[in-house]
């Protein structure tokens, strides 16, 4: 007698969802039964998005950030108005809506795809940093802002661009790092005080 | 100047993701990005395999488990050699594999297709009851295994279920309660402690 299994097709699924960020084989499993037997579930139209967001969205090859269909520019590159003398380092295409959301914010960003991480495996040949001199080389008097993560690869990957940065004839700066707004005191760990306390004014 | 935001495309796909169980806005943002944007993202193989298995993988007519194609009854219900006095009543679909893996098993399944639930509004008429009692009636010393859970709603299914079967001659039995394997007895709590005594044997 053979063993019962699901369906070829249900197994294929669960192994398409399992390659997900975040999906674990159980919750794969839960996904996929979910979308199978639920009512409110509705694969066509799962499938539909994935299918044209994979043929319509592509990156902006000059900033990294999102560019839709045939255009070969974002529309952050494309607008008009904007300060070209900022240029805004983030790490992810999905760093520059925060940032832009938050107002704080309004030259062109460029998105490295990503931080230094030896132990990952990602180098500097792996992000998009031969894109940032060009175009830092394309204009003088610019302020690079490198708007990276506090933690240790997104230090590691703001000290690599300040050295190799540090020839260009730009100003580099970096994000404050502090106390959160809204936070009180006693929540904030030692390294987050001490670097509020560093960078007091 | 307009608000900048991500492709149309992808808002869509964060969308559908975010419809999955277990899914949140940030989850939902991050496998989008990643389907969009990662080396190892195949959107294309997962829009193919969604769409495939929504229009392929049904429910058994009979039973409620997975079938495939334009078949109508799973391999559960078509295998040969099974005991058919034996009718093993579980909560969903994906509760029959793991029974099926333990070996400890070898009639048919019923799936309900959920569990009582007053406070999500699922009540008897949302469950595959009437099949349930359909399947009872074909045939005579029967018994039927509730494999529901042991938590609140498992339990009220159990005993609603316990309630209809009662006229219809089958014998009705539960899982055993009690320990899991290989846990110390220090790692079981009360409840689970208070039933593993009621089941001693």
Redesign the interface.
């Known amino acids: 007698?053979?063993?019962?299994?699901?369906?070829?097709?249900?197994k294929?699924?669960i192994?398409?969802?399992k390659?997900?960020?975040?999906?674990g084989p159980r919750?794969a499993?839960?996904?996929?039964?979910?979308?199978?037997?639920s009512p409110?579930?509705n694969?066509?139209?799962?499938?539909?998005?994935?299918?044209?967001?994979?043929e319509?969205?592509g990156?902006c090859e000059r900033c990294g950030f999102?560019?839709?269909?045939s255009e070969s520019e974002c529309?952050?590159c494309s607008?008009?108005?904007r300060d070209d003398r900022l240029l805004c380092v983030v790490e992810?295409?999905?760093d520059?809506?925060p940032i832009?959301r938050s107002g704080a914010y309004r030259g062109y960003y460029h998105c490295l795809?990503g931080k230094l991480s030896p132990l990952d495996g990602v180098g500097p040949e792996d992000l998009r940093i031969d894109g940032l001199l060009k175009r830092v080389r394309e204009r003088s008097e610019m302020e690079v802002v490198l708007a990276v993560g506090s933690d240790v690869e997104g230090e590691a990957t703001a000290n690599y661009l300040m050295d190799v940065l540090g020839g260009e004839g730009c100003s580099v700066t970096r994000l404050a790092q502090g106390l959160p707004a809204g936070s009180a005191l006693e929540y904030a760990d030692e390294l987050t005080l001490h670097r509020a306390f560093e960078g007091r004014k």
Chains 1, 2 share one sequence.
């Open positions: 007698m053979a063993g019962i299994d699901y369906p070829e097709e249900a294929a699924l192994g398409e969802l390659k997900l960020p975040g999906v919750s499993e839960r996904m996929a039964i979910w979308l199978l037997q409110k579930a694969p066509e139209d799962l499938a539909r998005v994935v299918q044209r967001a994979g319509e969205v990156s999102f560019a839709s269909g529309p952050v607008a008009t108005g992810q295409a999905t520059v809506l832009e795809g």
